[in-house]
């Protein structure tokens, strides 16, 4: 009975040991895995980072941060809360992070949370932005890699419009094409340079770069006339509809004068008009003419130029000669060369009131009606002639800005 007894208290002392020890073991029990680790803000010189807070008292955390994944040096924060922040950073880098919670009344700690990648915003250091192509509905520009950033960030926007602006995130590239942008228009783009960790965060420098009135190329050139203003003036006058993108116009006369077209003029002004006046001692003979406009850019890598307008046909209004006859008034105009018909047009003021008298291939008439009356003496009339050329089922004429006038007698 004595031995029974002693067996007995035996294992009541052997469970109480086993109770106590398990009451330890689980009291000293470490923390849980931290999870979701991640940056959450950013400065050239700063990095915050965040996680999920344990659900247990008395925890608290070990933020370490390292140049290197082998954590071979160092900086440690710690904290109860569930961010920290790390100053004194250099910018444009790579750092890594990891955090361990850890019971604060016995030190004990948990496993270290997956290591993350965090960065700091690249230097705001100029990467030489710069235009280097244009077609009519896009534009391509290129600037210098530099240290810091693996990333970018394009904005862009038509002139006079920067409140309807566009972003583009980039990767690690140097150039860039900005598409299905407005015809004839001009467009500003700026540059952000980004340095992108592996957990996909984006640490985003200030602008580096501004590339301010960026062309596309023009597009054909339209409503173009040319004209001069008398039969005896060396100025040919130009004009069109302007193009907003152009930084100037090259212009291309040619004569018709003979059945070949020559090449008369050949020029370019760089100004963003819509009217030239262009001046030569070619331009003093009397001839039929054509003549194209075109609008060009300039870009760094050099000029561009659009689409030839169609050609426009004029010539000058050739010059009149009166002389009264017997039965009505002789009109002798020069010729045009290049002319195939001229169309002679009379009135008894000098402004409005014209009325056709005859179309017909020489250089002379005698004209004895204004409309269905016959000339009256002492009257004065008024004419005006313009010369024509049929290309190949239109005919074009020259100017009619001047006219002639003589009182008719018999």
């Not at 924060?77 to 250099?90: E, I, K, P, R, V």
Request: proline share 2%.
């Amino acid at each position: 009975m004595r031995e029974a007894w002693k067996h007995l208290k035996l294992c009541v002392l052997l469970a109480m040991c086993v109770l106590f020890l398990g009451a330890g073991v689980k009291a000293q029990a470490a923390p849980a895995q931290v999870q979701g680790v991640e940056q959450t803000r950013d400065s050239s010189g700063s990095v915050t980072v965040s996680w999920d807070v344990l659900v247990a008292d008395g925890i608290n955390y070990k933020i370490e941060l390292s140049a290197d994944r082998a954590f071979s040096s160092v900086r440690t924060n710690q904290t109860n809360g569930s961010q920290t922040n790390f100053y004194g950073l250099s910018s444009g880098k790579k750092y890594y992070v990891r955090v361990t919670a850890y019971e604060n009344s016995t030190d004990t700690y948990g496993i270290p949370s997956k290591v993350i990648e965090v960065v700091t915003r690249p230097e705001s250091e100029k990467h030489n932005l710069r235009q280097t192509a244009a077609g009519t509905t896009s534009i391509s520009v290129k600037w210098d890699k530099k240290p810091g950033a693996n990333a970018y960030r394009m904005d862009y926007y038509k002139v006079g419009a920067s409140n309807v602006k566009k972003s583009v995130y980039l990767k690690d590239v140097q150039s860039f094409t900005a598409k299905n942008l407005s015809k004839n228009a001009e467009y500003c783009f700026q540059l952000y340079p980004i340095l992108k960790s592996a957990n996909d965060y984006l640490a985003i420098g200030d602008r580096t770069d501004t590339l301010s009135y960026c062309p596309v190329l023009p597009g054909k050139v339209e409503e173009v006339t040319a004209s001069f203003s008398s039969p005896s003036t060396k100025y040919f006058d130009l004009s069109w509809d302007r193009c907003d993108s152009a930084d100037g116009y090259q212009y291309e006369v040619y004569s018709l004068a003979s059945k070949k077209a020559k090449k008369l003029l050949n020029g370019k002004k760089e100004f963003n008009g819509s009217a030239q006046t262009i001046s030569s001692n070619k331009l003093a003979k009397a001839q039929f003419l054509k003549v194209r406009v075109r609008a060009y850019v300039r870009l760094g890598t050099g000029t561009k130029y659009g689409t030839w307008s169609g050609w426009t046909y004029t010539a000058k209004q050739p010059e009149i000669k009166i002389s009264n006859v017997k039965g009505g008034q002789k009109v002798v105009w020069t010729k045009v060369s290049g002319a195939e018909s001229y169309t002679l047009y009379i009135s008894t003021k000098r402004e409005t009131g014209y009325k056709k008298v005859k179309t017909l291939s020489k250089n002379s008439l005698t004209v004895k009606k204004c409309g269905k009356s016959s000339l009256k003496v002492g009257k004065n009339y008024y004419y005006t002639i313009v010369a024509n050329k049929k290309i190949g089922k239109k005919t074009y004429h020259g100017c009619k800005t001047h006219c002639y006038s003589r009182p008719y007698y018999k």
